[in-house]
């Protein structure tokens, strides 16, 4: 069969910077699985392509379409389903990523013929090969037989349930895609970047957090031989780790840094890690440093143990000091992640400012978001006064500041994201950014995106 790969543009405040670019891993694993079943298949990146959807699918002439998607892309994803069915209503349509594995209810209004509830893809072999007998007119496979899908049934959705899955099922992803355009990835001054995935879910269960929701909350990883076997096969100077926490286990990360160093590997490693891990091992940090660790991002979220405790992080002021400290004494740069929360005055946005400016940080900061999927969003749901998924990007204010409006907590935020921002315009993470580059690819994306709206 013929199955067309999309990844979506970037929807949001990303899609203005080509800074932070990533390949599409996703589709990569499912280029991978979909041309090992002995089927055509194409990616089609429309971050970077700008063929229209509907020349697409008159080139590649699918039988299958597979849309990933974040939340943030979940309306643009609806919007897909619509145009690809009046093309050909009997094109098949399959929905997964991070957002249908837990939203899925939320693309049961959309064309979509099955939704993918699940973070691996040996369920989505089954449910493929179930499409082409189905083609053929041969039906051995039984559709509710394949556990993590949403399928219609006589009009209604149904939907299988999950089963606990390891990325160890994974095959090695085929990288031509990467190579091909292997320029473009990055982040910020790690370039040439190639992103790893190597766990699924987090053990730890921070009430803002969607990811750790995922596989059913359990948390799974891949062997680290096989992890530093893909490592040692990229011919990239940078890797991305995707895990939510990297760094879980001292004796899985001993055993990391003997073989980056048995096998003569020199690459940087960007990964997420937590304060507290970085706090109580110091030793770790300083070795993985010397194999090229060079940049974590770390939760620190706030400046107080009452809002750490609020958000169950689980880690106190002084092990947020002391990982600054351990990473700054590495040399690895600490990406420090902030949450801004709506009970904040004007002052304690400038109390905030000052924190972070006094230590050796690179912050991003996010607005408190309720995130539909996490543990949270029950509790704020009816709060929210915007409904509106595509704002679900950390970037947007949802919930009613307690002490300002809407548009004075928003001049707040910026105010403090950008004075941090420029405050740090000279770190060496910043030395590759073209500026008069990036004011032209502003321009650039504001037509595109105004062209998309005249024909998708
Ligand atoms: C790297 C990353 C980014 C990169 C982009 C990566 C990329 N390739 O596009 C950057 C930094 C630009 C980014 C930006 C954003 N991100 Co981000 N990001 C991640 C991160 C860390 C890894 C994602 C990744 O590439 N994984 C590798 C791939 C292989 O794994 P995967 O996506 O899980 O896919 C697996 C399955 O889901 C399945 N699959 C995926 N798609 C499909 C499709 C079909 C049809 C099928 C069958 C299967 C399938 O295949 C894979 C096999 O395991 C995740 C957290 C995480 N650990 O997952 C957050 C994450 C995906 N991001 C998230 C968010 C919210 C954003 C932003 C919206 C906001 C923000 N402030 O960061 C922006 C929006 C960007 C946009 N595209 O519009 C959320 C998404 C939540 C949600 N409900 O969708 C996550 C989960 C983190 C979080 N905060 O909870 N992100
Ligand atoms: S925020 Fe980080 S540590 Fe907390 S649950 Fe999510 S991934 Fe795990």
Same mark, same amino acid.
């Given at each position: ?101 837990? $939203?899925? *209810? ?31 007119? $041969? ?162 979220? *706030? ?104 548009? *004075? ?11 941090? *921002? ?35």
């Amino acid at each position: 069969m013929n199955i067309l790969l999309i990844k979506p543009e970037t929807v949001g405040i990303f899609s203005y910077t080509y800074l932070v670019e990533h390949e599409p891993l996703e589709m990569e694993y499912l280029y991978t699985v979909f041309t090992a079943m002995g089927h055509h298949a194409v990616i089609y990146d429309r971050r970077y392509e700008l063929t229209s959807m509907k020349k697409k699918l008159k080139e590649v002439k699918p039988d299958v379409v597979c849309v990933t998607g974040y939340i943030t892309q979940q309306k643009l994803v609806i919007k897909y389903c619509d145009v690809i069915k009046s093309y050909d209503p009997k094109i098949q349509i399959i929905l997964g990523g991070s957002n249908v594995e837990i $939203n899925y *209810a939320n693309y049961f209004e959309s064309k979509a013929d099955f939704l993918y509830h699940l973070s691996g893809l040996e369920n989505q072999k089954k449910l493929v090969s179930y499409i082409e007998q189905e083609k053929h007119g $041969n039906t051995s496979i039984s559709l509710k037989d394949i556990p993590g899908i949403c399928y219609r049934e006589n009009g209604e959705w149904v939907v299988n349930p999950k089963v606990v899955e390891t990325p160890a099922d994974l095959p090695v992803p085929d990288r031509t895609y990467f190579y091909k355009n292997k320029h473009r990835f990055r982040y910020l001054c790690f370039r040439p970047l190639a992103l790893v995935k190597n766990s699924y879910s987090c053990r730890k269960a921070c009430n803002f957090c969607f990811c750790t929701n995922r596989n059913s909350g359990r948390y799974a990883c891949r062997s680290v031989e096989s992890l530093v076997d893909e490592i040692a096969s990229l011919d990239v100077p940078a890797i991305h780790i995707t895990d939510d926490d990297f760094l879980i286990d001292r004796d899985y990360l001993k055993e990391f840094i003997r073989l980056i160093k048995e096998k003569d590997i020199h690459k940087k490693y960007l990964i997420y890690g937590r304060a507290d891990f970085i706090a109580h091992n110091e030793d770790i940090i300083k070795e993985f440093a010397e194999i090229g660790l060079s940049l974590i991002m770390v939760g620190l979220e *706030a400046t107080s143990e009452e809002e750490l405790d609020s958000y169950n992080k689980r880690v106190t002021v002084s092990e947020n000091e002391e990982c600054i400290r351990i990473l700054s004494e590495n040399n690895v740069i600490c990406a420090g992640l902030f949450i801004v929360h709506p009970g904040m005055t004007k002052e304690d946005f400038k109390k905030l400012y000052n924190w972070i400016a006094a230590r050796n940080i690179i912050p991003t900061v996010s607005v408190f978001t309720p995130m539909q999927g996490s543990a949270m969003y029950k509790k704020y749901e009816d709060q929210m006064i915007d409904r509106d998924v595509t704002k679900q990007d950390l970037f947007h204010c949802l919930l009613k500041p307690e002490h300002m409006s809407v548009g *004075a907590f928003t001049r707040e935020y910026y105010k403090l994201s950008l004075g941090l *921002a420029f405050k740090n315009r000279k770190s060496p993470l910043y030395k590759d950014n073209n500026y008069p580059g990036a004011v032209l690819y502003i321009i650039k994306v504001f037509f595109v995106k105004l062209k998309r709206m005249i024909v998708l």
